[in-house]
């Protein structure tokens, strides 16, 4: 059963930063594009961040591009959002997400993910 667990997340003020991360349960990590999401109140889940399996290929959503960057430590089967210059806005829940179907790629959409972390919440004042 893969699992995964994200971890990082709380109240910050605007302009303050936050890490995220990610721990996939299983060896198989490394042949998985994991990529993160978020979901704010009375919203639809939204695409933020990707990373194909070896780390060469990512991709951003544009409000987030130039704030946020992600990483992955395929030692560790960890996937890390490194967030800064935070806004009110970008309150949500963040969900840690991960594929194997095609771990070349960098998918945007939450159809195409099967594994699904509990989430975590992120909360940025004004």
């Known amino acids: 059963q893969v699992q995964l667990v994200e971890s990082g997340g709380g109240l910050v003020q605007a302009g303050g930063s936050l890490r995220l991360s990610c721990v996939l349960s299983?060896?198989?990590?490394?042949?998985?594009?994991m990529a993160w999401f978020r979901q704010a109140p009375a919203k639809e889940r939204e695409f933020v961040a990707a990373i194909n399996w070896n780390g060469g290929k990512l991709a951003y959503a544009e409000s987030v591009k130039g704030r946020f960057t992600i990483s992955r430590d395929p030692a560790k089967n960890t996937c890390d959002l490194q967030m800064t210059s935070l806004e009110p806005e970008d309150t949500a829940i963040y969900y840690c997400a991960a594929d194997r179907r095609q771990p070349w790629a960098t998918p945007m959409t939450t159809h195409e993910y099967f594994y699904w972390g509990q989430g975590t919440q992120v909360t940025v004042s004004s």
């Open positions: 299983q060896h198989t990590a490394g042949t998985s594009v």
